[in-house]
Structures are given as structure tokens and as C-alpha cells.
T-cell receptor, first 111, second 110 residues
Framework: SQQGEEDPQALSIQEGENATMNCSYK?????LQWYRQNSGRGLVHLIL?????REKHSGRLRVTLDTSKKSSSLLITASRAADTASYFC???????????FGKGTHLIIQP | EAQVTQNPRYLITVTGKKLTVTCSQN?????MSWYRQDPGLGLRQIYY???????DKGDVPEGYKVSRKEKRNFPLILESPSPNQTSLYFC?????????FGEGSRLTVL
């Protein structure tokens, strides 16, 4: 069943601007992960945030987690054309089946 | 190089003709999984395996079979493919906290 739901479904911004994507989920989680997918390619792991963490940084990525609202956000700062991709959140509830993915946000960076 | 390898990458077949999509990983991961990706539906899990000889159904297992005879391989079998199985398929392996994906297999069933 779909656990995470990304918002917006699509986002188009100018190069250099910041991009923010949101993810909402329904049940308690162990951790939440963000993945990136270039068109038609495999997903690539970006960052993981545990349920007891509120914010995490990795390079130009900043992830926040609000477990009271069951939501997370991914911020990409100083966007580049190469950031054009789809971004998925994935939740880990600790079950044997692993991760459940949302439908993704398609990000377009205009040069 | 650490990787998950799927074959074939592209396949066009006809209804009812059995096919197998192979998946192999070189990272010694115990966990492996198959997903299908369809427009507007995101990634949906088909089957997963926690270890050799242990497989379980995901969210959309109907029409698929898997096997896990060796740790590195996790083939996806379509015994009698139908047009509604036209999709982009991904194999993944991993540990707690990170999945590694193959490049995908685009399957068209006519």
C-alpha cells in the first residue's frame, strides 16, 4: 500500500533557486529516505533521516522530519540543471517488506 | 563496482509467452526486492526476499513468481504475461537504510 505521498507532483524552477518537496505519510516509521531517479533510470539513495531526528544535511540537500505531522521535506539549495529528476520519499516502518515509496515529485530546473 | 544488474533492459513479447527477468547483485546483500513503476502509480513492490529460500509477496504479486536459490540472484518470472504487465521493472538489493537499484527492465506485452 502507498505510504508516502509527495507534494507537489511537479515543480519547475529557475537554475539557482531553491527547490522544496514535501512528503506525507500515514503510520509511524523507523526512518524516512529520499531517492532520486533520472528519467527512466534506477533510483539512487540520497539521504536517510531517522524517526528521532528532526533535520539532516548532505551537501546541498536538507531534509526535515516532523513525526507529529507525519511529514518530511526535502530542500535542494542553489539548484542546477543536473538536479532535474524525479524525487521519491520512502518510508521504513520496520517490517520485513522494506520500503514503501510515494509517487514522486518531478523537478525541472530551467537554465 | 557495487551494482545490481538486470537483464534484459528492454523486451517486447506477446501475451502468454513465459519470460524471466534476471537480477544479480554483487554486494552480498541478504535483502532483495522487485518493483514495478507505472505512470501515476509510483513504485509498487511485487515480491521481496529476506534471504536465500525466503520470499514473500509485496503489494502486487499477481501474475509473477520469484525464486531465491542463491544470495546474489533474484529472478522475476512471468509465467503467462498479459498486457497489464507492461511496465518498467526494477530490482533492488540492500541493507537497513539504503536500497540499491538496477537500471530497470522495460517490458511491453502485446
Amino acid at each position: 500500500s502507498q505510504q508516502g505521498e509527495e507534494d507537489p507532483q511537479a515543480l519547475s524552477i529557475q537554475e539557482g533557486e531553491n527547490a522544496t518537496m514535501n512528503c506525507s505519510y500515514k503510520t509511524s516509521i523507523n526512518n524516512l529516505q529520499w531517492y532520486r531517479q533520472n528519467s527512466g533510470r534506477g533510483l539512487v539513495h540520497l539521504i536517510l533521516i531517522r524517526s528521532n531526528e528532526r533535520e539532516k544535511h548532505s551537501g546541498r540537500l536538507r531534509v526535515t522530519l516532523d513525526t507529529s505531522k507525519k511529514s518530511s521535506s526535502l530542500l535542494i539549495t542553489a539548484s542546477r540543471a543536473a538536479d532535474t529528476a524525479s524525487y521519491f520519499c520512502a518510508t521504513d516502518v520496520g517490517g520485513a517488506d522494506g520500503l514503501t515509496f510515494g509517487k514522486g515529485t518531478h523537478l525541472i530546473i530551467q537554465p | 563496482e557495487a551494482q545490481v544488474t538486470q537483464n534484459p533492459r528492454y523486451l517486447i513479447t506477446v501475451t502468454g509467452k513465459k519470460l524471466t527477468v534476471t537480477c544479480s547483485q554483487n554486494m552480498n546483500h541478504e535483502y532483495m526486492s522487485w518493483y514495478r513503476q507505472d505512470p501515476g502509480l509510483g513504485l509498487r513492490q511485487i515480491y521481496y526476499s529476506m534471504n536465500v529460500e525466503v520470499t514473500d509477496k509485496g503489494d502486487v504479486p499477481e501474475g509473477y513468481k520469484v525464486s531465491r536459490k542463491e544470495k546474489r540472484n533474484f529472478p522475476l518470472i512471468l509465467e503467462s504475461p498479459s498486457p497489464n504487465q507492461t511496465s518498467l521493472y526494477f530490482c533492488a538489493s540492500g541493507v537497513v537504510g539504503e536500497l540499491f537499484f538496477g537500471e530497470g527492465s522495460r517490458l511491453t506485452v502485446l
